[in-house]
């Protein structure tokens, strides 16, 4: 397993690090770090003594660069990883997904700063960035782990169960883990109040069908890595998938990788979900 790791000088960046360690058991981490200089690429640098002062801080910012590196490289485990350092020039977002692009790690880790959805818009984030546009499955950590021992993962639909019942599969965790699997079936909302009479009937079969779905996946999963249970529940998804991840170490739910206008309409539950789970929000992505 190829884990990719974003790092910056902040205490979260050097406890996504060590939470590496009780997650799983890579071959090799790629630590990524981006020195940002866009701030400081000012036309008024163009003299040659502003410019002289700016090739020291540049060179400066990338000697700081190579100090974490050494740094967070050390909080990993040694000789059974074989440990990668990227520092580039760019901003964080960018030099992040041109690490992954170039280099297809299984999964890119990466903390997350709390901002809520209005900020986000106005600031950017970049962990959203890279949620949105990273090819491979994505570990926004919330919080530090030092244990994993119950997840949830929330199953959307049919769609999303086979690769998220492979990745499980293809990755276990260092250590077994107990699984809530569960399905949540959206209460829609009255039309003018206007009654639909076919309502119960698409009610009654939609939760037969996430029971059996459920059900299907904890069979599955059920084994020596993981210890199975599932749940079918009813409410809005991303708000009752992080009320049920209020006790437990991580959620695992999958992305249908919407762009453009599909996702501005429809919305995401995943990334829904990195903003109103209390805990690590692993997505796990379709590769295409």
């Known amino acids: 397993m190829r884990i990719a790791v974003a790092v910056d000088w902040s205490d979260q960046a050097f406890d996504t690090v060590r939470s590496i360690a009780h997650l799983y058991q890579p071959q090799e981490v790629i630590l990524i770090h981006a020195v940002d200089l ?35 490289s050390a909080l990993l485990p040694t000789g059974t990883i074989t440990i990668t350092r990227r520092l580039e020039i760019g901003q964080p977002a960018a030099v992040i997904l041109d690490v992954i692009h170039s280099a297809h790690p299984d999964l890119i880790v990466i903390g997350s700063r709390g901002r809520n959805r209005l900020t986000e818009m106005t600031l950017g984030s970049v962990s959203h960035q890279v949620l949105l546009h990273a090819g491979c499955s994505t570990l926004v950590m919330k919080q530090p782990i030092t244990a994993v021992r119950r997840v949830v993962v929330a199953l959307e639909g049919s769609d999303d169960v086979t690769y998220v019942q492979d990745w499980l599969a293809a990755y276990p965790f260092k250590q ?35 029971q059996h779905l459920v059900k299907d996946v904890a069979a599955l999963l059920q084994g ?31 992305s249908h990788a919407r762009h453009g206008l599909q996702r501005f309409l429809l919305g995401s539950v995943s990334h829904a979900i990195t903003h109103r789970a209390p805990c690590p929000v692993l997505v796990v992505r379709k590769r295409i």
């Open 38 to 72: 866009h701030p400081f690429e000012n036309p008024l640098l163009a003299p040659p003594v502003a410019k002289q002062a700016f090739e020291e801080f540049r060179q400066a910012m990338l000697d700081a660069g190579h100090k974490l590196l050494d740094q967070t």
């Open 176 to 210: 077994p883990v107990e699984l809530s699997i569960i399905c949540v079936v959206p209460v829609p909302q009255p039309v003018d109040a206007v009654p639909i009479p076919a309502f119960d009937v698409w009610e009654k079969g939609t939760i037969e069908a996430a």
């Open 224 to 254: 020596e890595h993981y210890v199975t249970m599932g749940r079918v529940l009813r409410g809005h998804p991303a708000e009752t998938i992080a009320r049920e991840a209020g006790p437990k170490d991580l959620i695992v739910v999958g």
